[in-house]
């Protein structure tokens, strides 16, 4: 399954721009990526701090008529998220429920979900933060970011260009789970 790239300089959340494309477009899947967002969402109406230089991105896709809880899509999706972290980081790296990523017991990534339904189709978007370069500093809330753990800026697009392979490799097991 091949994903269309939909690329942006800044929106509010890609999670949102993931929606609207479903809603007034014919796409069936897609990869929003975004260099800023400025109303980044996380999980239970919590805020997604946004940092410039890190990873905001949101695949989304037709799940078909599979009616699969969030939970189990999302730690399927985290595991996916965690199989691509594993390619620079060799050390443990932890999935907190319900959507998070922690490497030596500070938060990486954030994963959220969101089904919605366009006429009889159920559709999936995964919107994930990555700290890459920057994380964020949270009261009572250890953060990390990939560089500061490998010591090594990697480009934004070589890992936009893994992620999308990884879920484009792994998009179809969804229906399988």
């Given at each position: 399954m091949r994903l269309k790239i939909f690329r942006f300089k800044r929106v509010n959340s890609?999670?949102?721009?993931?929606?609207?494309?479903?809603?007034?477009?014919?796409?069936?899947?897609g990869m929003v990526i975004s260099d800023i967002q400025?109303?980044?969402?996380g999980q239970y109406g919590?805020?997604?701090?946004?940092?410039?230089?890190n990873l905001f991105v949101s695949f989304f896709y037709n799940l078909g008529n599979i009616n699969l809880s969030l939970q189990r899509?999302?730690?399927?999706?985290?595991?996916?998220?965690?199989?691509?972290?594993?390619i620079y980081y060799k050390k443990n790296i932890i999935y907190k429920k319900p959507n998070d990523?922690?490497?030596?017991k500070k938060k990486i990534c954030?994963?959220?979900?969101?089904?919605v339904k366009k006429f009889d189709q159920n559709f999936l978007i995964v919107g994930?933060?990555?700290n890459l370069v920057k994380n964020p500093i949270i009261k009572n809330y250890k953060t990390t970011n990939l560089f500061e753990l490998i010591k090594k800026r990697i480009p934004k697009k070589k890992i936009?260009?893994?992620?999308?392979i990884i879920f484009e490799q792994n998009i179809s097991k969804v229906k399988r789970i």
């Open positions: 890609t999670n949102s721009t993931a929606i609207r494309i479903i809603r007034k477009t014919n796409y069936q899947t400025s109303k980044g969402r919590k805020k997604w701090i946004s940092l410039k230089g899509l999302t730690r399927f999706n985290c595991i996916l998220v965690k199989k691509f972290l594993q990523l922690l490497i030596e954030g994963i959220l979900q969101e089904k994930i933060g990555l936009e260009k893994q992620l999308k």
